[in-house]
């Protein structure tokens, strides 16, 4: 079930779906999905970061897109929240990250 959400996140990066719209596109309630997540070691919130996460990196790796554009993209309200995330996900700014490759 894991990889049936991170492939929908994925179909429309910077349009995330909340938990509920995503239990109704695969067939399941928000309690079945989230058991299902439980049993698989996992929740909702840690697939969706965990695809922010990626789509973050490569348009860092791959793209010139700013700081703030990448934020935008990637659904946050604004460049410092994105900032914030990502230091927790990566332990670097995006910056940093961004030189590093």
Known sequence: VSRRVCDELM???GQFPDIGTMAATL???????????????TSFS???ADVRRALAEDYLRSTRM???????ALAFDNAR???QAFGRWTGRSPTEYRRGH
């Open 81 to 83: 929240s994105f900032r």
């Open 27 to 41: 067939g399941l309630t928000d309690r079945t999905l989230r058991r299902h997540l439980h049993r698989e070691g």
């Open 11 to 13: 179909r429309t990066p």
């Open 46 to 48: 840690a697939l969706l």
């Open 66 to 72: 700013s700081i703030e554009d990448i934020g935008a």
